[in-house]
């Protein structure tokens, strides 16, 4: 079983490299997103500077939206999940482990471009390393959520921009703990009630996303 | 007594009431419609099935 | 007894003679409850504007009511699967929507002379905004998936999971200091709210409630009509073909 789920990890983090460019496009919207932020504000480093994190976080999510359509729907539409569903896995480990191939692919590779982006923007280097932190934290649970939004539009017609209304709702509160925790590090207030809260979001989305996932894609299998 | 003078504050008051009126209203409007066209369109397939 | 009502034909045959009566009600106590809205005193502190409560805090419990309604009958749909609480549920979104989006604009015009602002980013409003949201995001994903008990499924999961938000709405008051006052009604030590505003709110409540009963009845009936019709004209048309 251990193996089943390793070799499909392996297939869909594979996938997503070299088929559509999931990745390359999601990181190219997110430095496209970030260089239009001080163009858009002005580039007046204390504005900048101040609300670098909201920003940054907000660009985090909107990219992590951005190949959830295709997460289940190419396999959906090759009936790969028919198949699957023969196999020992249940429905919630393949959802868990698509999710973990989605974060790992592209959620991870946008978190290692976030403090960056924060430092572009503003931010002094020494948040490299809490940002980097938070921003894997973050993007776990968007991957998790963004699952059960691409699942449960399965079949419908306007997927993209339906699985956005469905899923961003639930991105509110990693993207409110995010930008908190960058902020408080920066004006020097205790951090550990955001870092703590931003935690046990993504658990919590570990925990009870792929059953959601898994149930949403057991109705639209059948 | 029915005190209908909101003073200072009457465009807050009468506003949230007025509101609430074309919300609801419209929304029972629309449902009302709804329902009938429904019915009706019902009827005209039940009506349609019964004599070919 | 849910299972025995779930037979869309009986629930008809009981509801459809109880809904004027419903009709009457909610617009009997909508007059009554007006009448005591402004014939109940102004507020030593707040004045006039306590009367933009009678509207917001019905409003507010309603969305939050009926998101519950949707969750509980999601529920019995996912589990029983029961067609007819997938129709309840959806029949029920739309006005939810309009409770919760009628709280938020009472709140901000209740707002604005109160606190200076019409809108002001707490717990309380950001979570409702977000209910508002979840509502929005129901009523668009039944619309998108065409098989109904796929759509009744997947929205069904939708529902419940936007339970989560209940929870945070109702203490978002309790867990971070703001500006909205805590629960004056509902409380361990009974109601802190004097009694000559307590009366018009309760009675206002009362008929936000039964205005929504009546709706709710009427809404159900279209939806389960529009399936009848549906069936119907699919049993036509592959009986034309046959022939």
């Not at chain 3, 933009?52 to 519950?68: G, R």
């Not at chain 3, 039964?210 to 549906?230: G, K, P």
Request: proline letters at 5%; hydrophobic letters at 55%.
């Amino acid at each position: 079983m251990l193996k089943a789920s390793l070799a499909l990890l392996k297939r869909d983090i594979g996938l997503s490299w070299s088929r559509g460019g999931g990745p390359i496009l999601a990181v190219g919207f997110y430095l496209t997103l970030m260089a239009m932020i001080p163009l858009s504000l002005g580039p007046e480093t204390q504005v900048l500077a101040r609300v670098a994190p909201g920003l940054t976080w907000l660009s985090l999510a909107l990219a992590s939206l951005l190949s959830l359509e295709r997460l289940f729907e190419r396999d959906y539409e090759d009936g790969l999940f028919d198949i699957l569903r023969g196999g020992k896995l249940p429905l919630e480990a393949i959802a868990l482990i698509k999710c973990l191939a989605q974060w790992i692919g592209t959620g991870l590779i946008l978190a290692l471009l976030t403090p960056m982006v924060m430092i572009i923007l503003g931010a002094p280097v020494e948040a490299a390393g809490l940002s980097l932190v938070a921003a894997v934290l973050g993007s776990l649970s968007f991957a998790l959520i963004g699952g059960v939004g691409a699942s449960l539009s399965l079949g419908s017609r306007k997927g993209g921009v339906l699985i956005a209304l469905l899923v961003l709702p639930f991105y509110v509160p990693p993207v409110i703990f995010g930008a908190g925790l960058m902020q408080a590090y920066l004006t020097g207030a205790p951090i550990t009630q955001a870092l703590g809260l931003l935690g046990a979001y993504s658990l919590f989305a570990l925990a009870l996303c792929p059953i959601a996932t898994g149930a949403a894609l057991r109705s639209a299998l059948n | 007594m029915i005190d209908l003078d909101m003073g200072k504050y009457v465009f807050y008051v009468w506003g949230s009431y007025g509101a609430t009126a074309v919300a609801l209203i419209s929304l029972t409007i629309a449902s009302v419609i709804a329902h009938r066209t429904q019915k009706r369109k019902l009827q005209a397939l039940l009506d349609e099935s019964r004599q070919p | 007894m849910i299972s025995w009502l779930a037979n869309p034909e009986r629930f008809s045959r009981i509801f459809t003679p109880i809904r004027p009566y419903v009709g009457v009600a909610a617009a009997l106590m909508f007059m009554w409850g007006l009448y005591l809205c402004f014939a109940s005193p102004e507020d030593y502190q707040q004045g006039d504007t306590v009367r933009i409560m009678y509207m917001h805090v019905p409003a507010a419990w309603m969305a939050m009511a009926v998101y519950l309604i949707m969750g509980i009958a999601s529920f019995f749909g996912l589990i029983w699967r029961h067609s007819l609480a997938d129709v309840a549920a959806k029949a029920a979104a739309p006005i939810g929507a309009a409770f919760t989006a009628l709280s938020l604009l009472t709140g901000s015009l209740w707002g604005r002379p109160m606190w200076g602002t019409w809108w002001e980013w707490d717990g309380r409003m950001t979570s409702v905004l977000v209910l508002f949201l979840f509502y929005i995001g129901y009523m668009a994903l039944h619309a998108a998936i065409e098989d109904e008990t796929r759509a009744a499924k997947s929205t069904a999961i939708l529902a419940m999971i936007g339970l989560v938000n209940l929870p945070v709405i109702k203490f978002s008051v309790d867990w971070w200091n703001t500006l909205h006052q805590g629960a004056s009604v509902v409380r361990a030590d009974g109601p802190s709210i004097a009694p000559d505003m307590l009366w018009p709110l309760l009675v206002m409540a009362l008929a936000f409630k039964l205005l929504f009963v009546w709706l709710w009845l009427l809404r159900i009936d279209t939806e389960l009509m529009a399936r009848r019709y549906r069936a119907l004209r699919a049993r036509l048309s592959f009986a034309e073909e046959g022939n």
